[in-house]
């Protein structure tokens, strides 16, 4: 087809299926495709062959960037032009939503369920709380009855599947804090920039998250804890229980994430 241009999320296999297209090529890494190709021993290839088709490359993260740099420094200056830029998101419709916490306070947990994800220590984190508190756990995936086992007959621990973006909205309403638990695979893999971070921020919800991957980066007003540690997460928790960030300075912290602006940076680099 005759493209204007194209924009291809992940390097493999999106931007490679474009390789052979004339059109303007935006190819954008997302983490998943970094590490996977990285492990393959591919990385390197992928890069070169991308920057002989002169892509305009997008990182959602400087770590993402640093890896590609150490698989192919010969392409520094090409890497080093790359737009480091998380996803964007509806900044407008997470603004609106309106809080309603629940009492007890709700801790939300929402992501795909498996090993990267360290649901896990956010169980083991509530478990630890002195503050009387509900943890939702909202996903599905290969752990689900591994995590089941592991909340046991715990009454204040719920996973509740996979939900609906309405239904996300609505956990987001009730929700104190959200929690990222996310952890360093032994691949070395680790997660992009989570969205549900991002959207906690929009709508005025305080989080704690692993400082590792693309989180890390963006910090305050973030609470940042050492990954697979459920004491620290836990009394991190306590913490934004107590004393959480205000509304207009979490969604002041993703104002720049907005689809339009962030449009316009992965194509225009405005």
């Known amino acids: 087809r005759d493209w204007d241009a194209i924009v291809a999320h992940w390097l493999a296999p999106s931007a490679l299926a474009a390789l052979p297209s004339t059109a303007p090529l935006t190819a954008i ?16 290839p992928v890069l070169h062959a991308l920057h002989l088709r002169r892509a305009r490359l997008v990182f959602v993260s400087e770590e993402l960037r640093a890896i590609a740099r150490s698989a192919a420094p010969r392409l520094a200056s090409w890497l080093a032009t790359a737009v480091v830029q998380p996803m964007g998101l509806d900044v407008a419709h997470f603004a609106a939503l309106g809080r309603a916490p629940t009492t007890p306070p709700t801790i939300l947990v929402a992501a795909r369920l498996v090993p990267i994800k360290g649901v896990d220590v956010a169980i083991d984190a509530a478990s630890q709380l002195a503050t009387r508190a509900r943890l939702v756990i909202a996903g599905d995936g290969p752990e689900r009855a591994a995590l089941a086992a592991r909340v046991g007959s715990n009454p204040m621990i ?3 599947g996979e939900v609906s973006a309405t239904a996300r909205d609505q956990l987001l309403r009730e929700a104190s804090v959200v929690v990222v638990p996310s952890r360093v695979v032994a691949s070395g893999r680790t997660e992009g920039c989570p969205m549900i971070a991002l959207e906690a921020l929009a709508a005025g919800v305080p989080v704690v998250a692993s400082a590792v991957g693309g989180l890390a980066e963006r910090g305050a007003p973030i609470e940042l804890v050492r990954a697979d540690d459920p004491p ?11 004393r959480p960030c205000s509304e207009a300075e979490l969604r002041a912290a993703v104002v720049d994430l907005d689809w339009i602006d962030v449009a316009n940076r992965l194509v225009r680099n405005k």
């Open 29 to 44: 890494a997302h983490g998943g495709d970094i590490h996977t190709l990285r492990r393959l021993r591919l990385l390197a």
């Open 232 to 242: 620290a997460l836990a009394r991190a928790i306590a913490r934004v229980l107590a």
């Open 158 to 160: 719920e996973l509740v």
